[in-house]
């Protein structure tokens, strides 16, 4: 087990280099980087009145950017129980800030303050928050140590534990897991291993982002055209020029057991939608876009050239293809797995912990989650998903959603615990 002594010893290492890190990402980052430079710009705004200013109290929460989709039910549970207290949501990169402006749940949407004393200091004493939720990983040593210090609880939600292959790296996580109140983990196997290495209390109560595709669920965006749920139709989310080039290969093996494939690039550039459009038309499939759509679509292949709607169209599908497992990490695969529909993968999905646990589950004797690696591979296993008739395929997408839908609830369950524990005051 990991003490505070150790952690004491690492903080002082930590802020004699980060000073010097800190300067190398001035002078080399902002010279090269839009993003970097947005990141100065909106800390210099948003962490100074007029834009903030000092609270009573509040709950604050953070996610690095992406992983507000892990948060936000947190968010909406915090706000139905105590709607008078504000909520403060932090991110790093400001990748995902407008998403997290637009939400009308969020008080204040604030960069994270660079890992200084001073900084982190002054947003604590400006947001007085009752406690700290961090959403999955992003740890940072002076948040930590500062929050310690003005005895703010400080709460890691929607833990995975992954394994790093650098002994330093995991012998640094292990010193900032240390310096939390709970973590709380997605499975218990992850549990068990924090248990086995700290003595911070944990609890596994499970992905909360689980609750978020059931909120998004419950509340589909509206499509420019009506799509039928009576066409055998597999949908490819998120994919790039790797997955491309393995799934249209597999596509024209299998056309004869399918009717329509719905096609999401991950980045719907001009330049990658040209690259697949030129790839469709070798290979003889006939295709149409999303945007240029004023009926149902009539081709073999619709492409979506607009983003924000991928999740909505797996509700027409019982069939998906996650994209990235070609290429090195892949997408999330809860989102289709939220409609019921059975997911094609390549081998590169180990990132994925929600992929691995659905990879063991099988239903009406078929993997949940199947890997192939080969272009005839996923042509074979189209073709056996589309063989059974469609009320079987119902069937079979109802109980995967039926399970998807019973690991809700991790938010509702991790604050029924902190609250038993008076972990956080809420006066």
Not at 403 to 411: H, I, M, N, P, T
Request: glycine share 4%; hydrophobic share 40%.
């Amino acid at each position: 087990m990991f003490r505070g002594t150790s952690f004491k010893m690492i903080t002082k290492i930590y802020r004699s280099l980060f000073p010097i890190l800190f300067l190398v990402f001035l002078l080399f980052g902002i010279p090269f980087s839009n993003k970097i430079r947005e990141g100065f710009r909106i800390r210099r705004l948003r962490l100074r009145a007029p834009f903030l200013k000092k609270l009573d109290r509040s709950f604050w929460i953070h996610a690095a950017s992406g992983e507000y989709e892990y948060a936000r039910p947190l968010v909406q549970e915090l706000k139905k129980r105590h709607p008078e207290i504000p909520i403060v949501v932090t991110f790093f990169s400001p990748t995902y800030m407008k998403t997290i402006d637009s939400d009308p749940l969020v008080d204040y949407a604030l960069p994270l303050p660079f890992d200084f004393p001073g900084s982190v200091q002054s947003l604590i004493r400006k947001i007085r928050p009752h406690a700290l939720f961090i959403a999955r990983t992003d740890l940072w040593p002076e948040v930590l140590t500062q929050c310690r210090r003005f005895s703010i609880p400080r709460v890691l939600f929607s833990y995975h534990h992954s394994r790093s292959k650098s002994w330093w790296a995991n012998f640094f996580r292990k010193q900032l897991l240390s310096e939390l109140s709970h973590i709380d983990c997605v499975s218990e196997d992850s549990l068990s291993w924090v248990k086995s290495c700290v003595s911070t209390p944990a609890t596994a109560f499970g992905d909360t982002r689980y609750d978020r595709v059931q909120e998004r669920k419950s509340h589909p965006k509206p499509l420019k055209v009506t799509f039928s749920k009576g066409k055998r139709t597999i949908t490819l989310g998120s994919t790039w020029g790797e997955d491309d080039k393995i799934m249209a290969k597999a596509l024209k093996i299998s056309q004869e057991s399918w009717d329509l494939a719905v096609w999401a690039p991950h980045e719907p550039t001009e330049a990658h939608l040209n690259e697949l459009k030129a790839l469709l038309h070798k290979k003889g499939l006939s295709f149409e876009m999303y945007s240029e759509l004023s009926s149902p679509p009539q081709a073999q292949v619709l492409i979506l050239d607009q983003v924000g709607i991928l999740f909505d169209l797996y509700a027409f599908s019982d069939l998906a293809f996650v994209g990235g497992s070609f290429r090195s990490t892949v997408h999330s695969v809860m989102e289709p797995l939220a409609f019921g529909n059975r997911v094609l993968l390549g081998p590169k999905m180990h990132n994925n912990f929600e992929a691995q646990d659905f990879q063991k589950v099988v239903v009406d004797t078929k993997n949940v989650v199947e890997v192939h690696s080969t272009p005839k591979g996923m042509a074979d296993a189209i073709t056996a998903h589309f063989e059974p008739s469609k009320g079987l395929r119902l069937k079979t997408q109802n109980e995967i959603s039926d399970l998807v839908q019973k690991k809700s609830g991790a938010s509702s369950r991790l604050l029924n615990h902190l609250e038993s524990l008076n972990l956080y005051q809420k006066n």
